[in-house]
Each structure stands twice: as C-alpha cells, then as structure tokens.
C-alpha cells in the first residue's frame, strides 16, 4: 500500500494571543460551515510560508510573523491525493481581522489558559469557547498545542461516508 498520490501541500495558520485563538468561519469551498485556521493550497511561485502570509492576508485581512509550528497528514480512502499541511502561529498581528468572501474571523476562548499568560479578564471573558462540534474531528489533538508553540507532527486517516464527509478512522501524533 502506498499513500495516494500526488502530495497536495496546503497551510492553516493561527493567531493565539491572551489565551484567545481566532478562527475562520469557512463560506465556501473545502470545509464549508466548519471553523478552521486561515490558509489554502500552496502555489507552484512560492514557498509554504509566503503561501500562509498571502492566505492569512487574503482570508482575515491581517499580516503576522507567523512560525512553523506542525506538519498534519491527511490520508482519505478513495482519494487521489494525500494531504499536506504545514501548520503556523502567530502570537501577534498587524490589521484589524476583517470577513473576506471565503472567512468570517472570531475570536474564541483557549482553556485552560496557558502557563505564564498575563491574561486580563476583559480579553477572554466574553469570549465562546471553541467550537469543537463544528471544526474537523482531528483538530482537537494539535490546537491545544499551539499555545504552547510546540513542534508537533500528525497523521490521520479518514473514510469518506455516504454524504462524502470525513470520517476519522485512525490518527497517529509524535514529535
Ligand atoms: P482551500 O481549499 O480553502 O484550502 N485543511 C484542513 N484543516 C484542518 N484543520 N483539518 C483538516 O483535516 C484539513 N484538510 C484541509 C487546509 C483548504 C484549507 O483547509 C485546510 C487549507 O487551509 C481534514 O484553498
């Protein structure tokens, strides 16, 4: 068995700020209705950095230092293609974070709070937590993580169900 082919590279990037994380409604497109980090396929004229910057700015409007923080793998059943994500974070931006016609950015509580954030009541209080329910299933094993700016790397297979729709079957994280 061989992973199929080709690799599709891709980036999500994430402002993590006061034990606070904005997110993207997704309008259209790949992951329509779910929330997700700002990002897109990674162009043939460009590296996956320039990729990220240019999707974040395209998508929320904002510029930041974003950093390689993780590597995501994604392997469907039946695809012809295999995922590549490059996943980064930045705990700072320039730009107010504006809707584009792909994103609609919120920003969401990150609990618990991370170790050694200054964080002030007014930043996170009124703040909805993260929207589980409504992002992919695997997400919850690396968002946490970024907070802590921790390189991580993941894999995970999924099976398509009878909608088409991304069913988790097997994940594998390691550093
Ligand atoms: P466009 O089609 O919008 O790029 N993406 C995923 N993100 C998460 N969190 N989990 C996944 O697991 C994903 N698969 C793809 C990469 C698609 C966007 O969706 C991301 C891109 O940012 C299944 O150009």
Not at 138 to 148: A, E, G, S
Request: charged share 25%; proline share 10%.
């Amino acid at each position: 068995w061989l992973p199929p082919l080709p690799i599709k590279y891709y980036t999500v990037a994430h402002i993590v700020q006061n034990n606070k994380i904005l997110l993207g409604y997704k309008k259209r497109g790949f992951g329509q209705g779910k929330y997700n980090g700002f990002g897109g396929k990674v162009e043939p004229n460009e590296t996956s950095l320039e990729a990220a910057m240019r999707e974040l700015e395209e998508e929320a409007g904002i510029r930041a230092p974003l950093k390689h923080v993780g590597v995501l793998l994604f392997i469907v059943s039946g695809a012809e293609k295999t995922f590549h994500i490059d996943i980064y974070y930045a705990s700072e931006f320039e730009g107010t974070p504006t809707e584009s016609d792909e994103m609609r950015p919120e920003w969401f509580s990150l609990s618990p709070p991370p170790p050694n954030n200054a964080m002030t009541a007014e930043d996170t209080n009124q703040l909805p937590p993260i929207p589980w329910d409504k992002m992919w299933d695997t997400d919850q094993c690396w968002i946490p993580l970024l907070p802590q700016g921790r390189a991580f790397r993941g894999r995970a297979d999924f099976d398509k169900d009878e909608n088409g729709s991304f069913v988790p079957r097997r994940w594998w994280y390691g550093l």
